[in-house]
């Protein structure tokens, strides 16, 4: 059946939109003609299910924009947490660079570094202490009691303008030549000391020429002779009755006598 | 406020969608994540289907089909995961008003939009002329009457139409 001619009506009663009178009036036709009753029938039925329809998609409808709600929410968050975690992933990141950075200096600073010739030759070199007022009076020298005097108490010049005037036949060439050289070699005229020290070392007799080799070794050492100056210690190294024995083996073992590059 | 849960079926029947609202709301990702395990479901998929699930089960409480609440909601829900769409429960009404609906569903998506909305605002909401002309932007009530009597009329033709 086609509802089209009475579809108008029937809205209209149905929606409630007739006068009291024109209800009426529809209600007494709808019990007399049969047409529009089955009409109305059809018409109700019809919008029945449109009523399911609608609810259906109703219901449809409000899940999709939920959903879409959600997933707008879901990726701003994730989007929140990108954007707070970036400044802490940099910050994280600048922290271990400065960290980084103050442990590199603090290590350059601190680190054990190789010393040079100069430090090396000062750390390693062992001063004769010299005579002693009664080992130097033993000699009977003034000049070589002053002399001994002056280099204990660092005046290296005048403890050797004091040794050049003793006599050599007061005392013996070994212990002129010997402590002339140490003199030197103190007041930083290595090149000087070895030739004295050299000679003192050669003495075969002497009792000194195993402490004139040790600081003949160390001559050599200042001014660049450095074979020579490890075969030297090496020999005071091997000696054991040389009393600078530990400090010729402490040497070598430091291994600052081999060539820099 | 919470529906009581002796309410919802109450509430659902008079078209009160609220409480499958909010399930949805508070299961979707759960159930992604079920049926991920499950079915090998992607998200958008699995959310597809758990919507599907609501609306059918709304459809089973409005049409009477459903009188009972099942003990535990959230495994009966999920359980017709398993089922669908081969027991669409409309092949629990009879057969002649199944189709029926389900082909006025079909016509009813080739409204505009505005009519569909128009049309689910007074016959599923509720609403009168003047909130319908009133939620649509429309100038009174009488263009809402008038704009909702066009769309039942072309919803009908389309009726017509598809029985020739």
Same mark, same amino acid.
Not at chain 1, 98 to 123: C, K, M, N, Q, Y
């Given at each position: ?9 029937l ?10 009178a024109e209800q ?7 019990a ?12 109700e ?17 409000r899940?999709?924009?939920l ?5 707008e ?6 989007n929140m947490q ?5 400044p ?8 271990a ?21 100069d ?7 062992? +001063? ?22 002056q ?8 403890a ?40 003192a ?7 000194l020429a ?32 040389n009393?600078?024995?530990?400090h ?9 006598l081999l060539?820099?590059? | ?10 509430h ?11 399930f ?10 079920w ?7 992607d ?11 609501l609306v ?8 009477g089909r459903?009188?009972?609440l +099942?003990?535990?909601l ?10 669908? +769409? ?5 092949t629990?009404? +009879?057969?002649?008003?199944?189709r029926r ?7 009813f ?8 909305q ?11 002329f ?5 939620k649509?932007?429309f100038?009174?009530?009488t263009?809402?009457?008038l ?18």
């Amino acid at each position: 059946m086609d509802l089209r001619p009475y579809l108008d009506e029937l809205e209209r009663f149905a929606d409630g939109q007739l006068s009291e009178a024109e209800q009426e009036a529809f209600e007494l036709r709808l019990a007399q003609d049969e047409k529009l009753s089955a009409a109305y029938e059809e018409y109700e039925q019809f919008t029945a299910d449109l009523r399911w329809v609608a609810g259906h998609e109703t219901l449809r409808h409000r899940l999709r924009n939920l959903d879409k709600r959600l997933d707008e929410r879901q990726a701003a968050l994730a989007n929140m947490q990108t954007r707070t975690a970036a400044p802490r992933i940099r910050w994280g990141l600048l922290a271990a660079g400065v960290a980084f950075i103050l442990s590199l200096g603090l290590w350059l600073l601190l680190r054990p570094h190789p010393l040079s010739a100069d430090e090396a030759w000062t750390r390693y070199y062992v +001063p004769e202490p010299g005579l002693t007022d009664v080992a130097a009076q033993a000699t009977k020298s003034p000049l070589l009691i002053d002399a001994m005097r002056q280099y204990r108490a660092g005046h290296y010049p005048a403890a050797l303008h004091s040794l050049r005037r003793v006599s050599a036949a007061t005392v013996a060439d070994d212990t002129l030549l010997y402590y002339t050289g140490v003199v030197l070699l103190r007041h930083a005229e290595a090149g000087a000391a070895r030739n004295y020290l050299t000679r003192a070392s050669e003495q075969p007799t002497s009792a000194l020429a195993g402490k004139a080799r040790y600081h003949l070794a160390m001559a050599q050492w200042r001014t660049g002779q450095l074979p020579q100056a490890r075969t030297n210690l090496q020999a005071v190294a091997a000696d054991p009755q040389n009393p600078y024995q530990l400090h010729a083996q402490q040497v070598l073992r430091a291994k600052v006598l081999l060539p820099r590059d | 406020m919470p529906q009581p849960l002796a309410d919802t079926l109450t509430h659902l029947r008079v078209g009160n969608q609220t409480f499958l609202i909010n399930f949805y709301q508070d299961h979707r990702d759960d159930f992604a994540e079920w049926t991920r395990q499950r079915h090998q479901l992607d998200r958008a998929a699995a959310h597809e289907l758990l919507r599907s699930i609501l609306v059918e089960f709304y459809n089973q409480v409005a049409d009477g089909r459903l009188t009972k609440l +099942p003990p535990d909601l959230r495994a009966h829900l999920y359980g017709m995961a398993d089922q669908l +769409p081969q027991a669409a429960a409309t092949t629990a009404l +009879p057969a002649a008003e199944a189709r029926r609906r389900r082909h006025l569903l079909g016509l009813f998506g080739q409204l505009s939009p505005d009519c569909q909305q128009v049309l689910m605002f007074f016959y599923f909401r509720g609403y009168n002329f003047k909130k319908l002309a009133g939620k649509m932007g429309f100038a009174n009530a009488t263009v809402g009457r008038l704009q909702k009597s066009s769309c039942l009329r072309r919803l009908y033709e389309l009726h017509l139409r598809s029985e020739e």
